[in-house]
């Protein structure tokens, strides 16, 4: 036999046969699509297609639905097309699109420049969205709904589902209050029972930056998840959601809280249990991101030609203590002033009471520095008093100084003797500023938490006391005011240091409020006039020993 029948080795490429057979078989794939085009894709196949794309992105962390089986059959949906309905009320301004059923645009119009309160217009799921989260009824953000009504203050949308499940969703809008009411009507039309298991989503957009967050400076966006579980409520920015979180329990409502304005979502009545959960998650997309916060709806089995029906209130405005009172469920417990709520309320109610007829919060701060100062008048005299006595106890502090100068210990022993001899408390000068220091604080959270100072002019320049003086001229005559303030006040001989730090105090303070609300540094310029007035008056009296 012969061994060159049987050579392994293979005969050489013939690159010429190569280039011949793809050209041949690119030819053949065009005139078979030439020949057989696709099918034509319908616009609403496109969208649940985007939205099986989008809904599984790893930052959404959602996992896919399970395909239908043979004995759930669906049915093909009718192309519906695409409404956007406006309304326009004195409150609010909202838009509301027949994709989803839910509102993609509102706009709170009493305020320069109008407040806008929806997210970005990158995601599906905007405001109001209503969502399965099993796989036996197909309704999602991109559901189309049909207008089957429509006034000037209501509008009423439908959607069938695959399945035979009828969704009526009717919206009503208020022209005067900061409110709307949605009616969600669910009757099963088919002929197999079926397990409904819906969500209403509330998407927010923090945008594509963030400021970096302190306790003296805020951050612009400052908006959070928020959901009341049990009269305690609890909110969660970008940064705390690493993992989605569910909340359990009693809850009253759920939804955005934008610092000084609220979209809250909750029962209409309060005995209804239509609300049995809050899961909060993040998104991120392209250059934006935000929290979105799932009201999970009870789950239950309806029979066919079964119906239920939810009643639902949205309040979606500002976070002024009436009107979040007179909604109910609790919502001023969402207006959040820290460990110093005790003090910001009394101060906020006398506020709002002064500007009633001075028409001015900046007067209305002007007016509650004074009755604040009235009111620590007695142990702000005690404690200048005492501070002005030191004076006269100078030669003796100098004399005990020489005499016990090499026994700092002993020293420091005489010293007290004389100061219980003669009455005198050598930390009197610290204490004007320890009960200052709680007014401060208190009067700052209310002033970043409290909307009915919001975009408040205090006149000229100053346009909002909620934001820093743009000029810093605020800031400047304050730092001056504690300087002058400094120089009244008498001095302990016996601690020179002390000295160092009442001097450096005006400069560093003058420092911190550069960035801080306007209306906080009106308040101490006014209450360190005040106090300089104070001294005067104190040193004048108080010219010989008490």
């Known amino acids: 036999m012969d061994n060159q029948l049987f050579d392994p080795k293979p005969p050489p490429l013939d690159i010429k046969r190569v280039l011949w057979a793809a050209v041949l078989i690119s030819g053949v794939l065009m005139l078979h699509g030439r020949l057989f085009p696709p099918s034509p894709v319908t616009k609403q196949q496109v969208n649940q297609k985007s939205l099986a794309q989008t809904s599984v992105r790893p930052d959404d962390k959602q996992e896919k639905e399970p395909l239908q089986s043979s004995k759930n059959p669906t049915k093909k949906q009718p192309e519906i097309p695409l409404i956007k309905w406006e309304f326009i009320g004195k409150a609010y301004q909202a838009t509301?699109?027949?994709?989803?059923?839910?509102?993609?645009?509102?706009?709170?119009?009493?305020?320069?420049?109008?407040?806008?309160?929806?997210?970005?217009?990158?995601?599906?799921?905007?405001?109001?969205?209503?969502?399965?989260?099993?796989?036996?009824?197909?309704?999602?953000?991109?559901?189309?709904?049909?207008?089957?009504?429509?006034?000037?203050?209501?509008?009423?949308?439908?959607?069938?589902?695959?399945?035979d499940v009828r969704i009526t969703r009717r919206y009503d809008f208020s022209r005067e209050q900061f409110v709307l009411t949605q009616t969600i009507h669910i009757q099963n039309a088919s002929s197999q029972a079926r397990l409904i298991a819906l969500d209403t989503v509330m998407k927010d957009a923090q945008g594509e930056e963030k400021s970096k967050k302190s306790w003296f400076s805020p951050p612009k966006d400052d908006s959070k998840a928020l959901c009341l579980t049990d009269s305690k409520p609890k909110r969660w920015t970008w940064d705390d959601l690493k993992e989605p979180t569910l909340q359990k329990g009693n809850i009253s409502y759920g939804g955005i809280d934008k610092r000084y304005f609220l979209l809250a979502a909750m029962p209409q009545d309060e005995r209804q249990n239509i609300i049995e959960a809050c899961q909060v998650k993040r998104w991120q997309h392209d250059h934006a991101k935000g929290t979105a916060i799932h009201l999970q709806h009870p789950q239950q089995q309806i029979d066919p030609g079964q119906e239920l029906t939810w009643n639902m209130q949205i309040y979606v405005g500002p976070k002024r203590l009436s009107l979040l009172q007179q909604a109910g469920h609790s919502l001023q417990n969402c207006v959040d002033f820290g460990w110093f709520g005790v003090l910001s309320r009394p101060m906020l109610w006398m506020l709002v009471q002064f500007n009633t007829f001075a028409h001015n919060f900046g007067v209305a701060i002007i007016l509650l520095t004074l009755v604040i100062k009235l009111l620590t008048f007695p142990l702000t005299y005690k404690s200048f008093a005492s501070m002005q006595q030191m004076k006269t106890i100078s030669p003796q502090l100098k004399q005990l100084q020489k005499q016990y100068g090499h026994d700092r210990a002993l020293m420091g022993q005489k010293q007290m003797e004389l100061y219980k001899q003669t009455g005198i408390n050598p930390m009197a000068g610290c204490l004007p500023l320890l009960v200052q220091m709680p007014v401060w604080f208190a009067l700052y959270q209310m002033l970043w938490n409290s909307v009915e100072l919001y975009g408040q002019p205090l006149g000229f320049w100053i346009t909002d006391l909620t934001k820093p003086d743009p000029y810093y001229t605020l800031p400047l005559v304050m730092g001056i005011s504690l300087f002058v303030q400094q120089a009244l006040q008498p001095t302990m001989q016996d601690q020179p240091q002390m000295k160092y730090l009442m001097w450096g105090m005006p400069i560093a303070l003058t420092g911190v409020m550069i960035n801080m609300p306007a209306g906080l540094s009106l308040y101490i310029l006014t209450n360190n006039l005040l106090t300089i007035l104070q001294q005067a008056y104190i040193k004048r009296i108080h010219t010989s020993p008490v």
């Open 96 to 163: 509301l699109s027949n994709q989803g059923g839910q509102l993609t645009h509102l706009t709170l119009t009493g305020y320069s420049p109008p407040v806008i309160l929806t997210g970005h217009p990158s995601t599906q799921e905007s405001l109001l969205a209503l969502v399965s989260r099993n796989s036996q009824v197909t309704l999602n953000a991109a559901s189309m709904y049909e207008v089957t009504h429509q006034d000037k203050n209501s509008v009423i949308l439908r959607h069938t589902t695959a399945e």
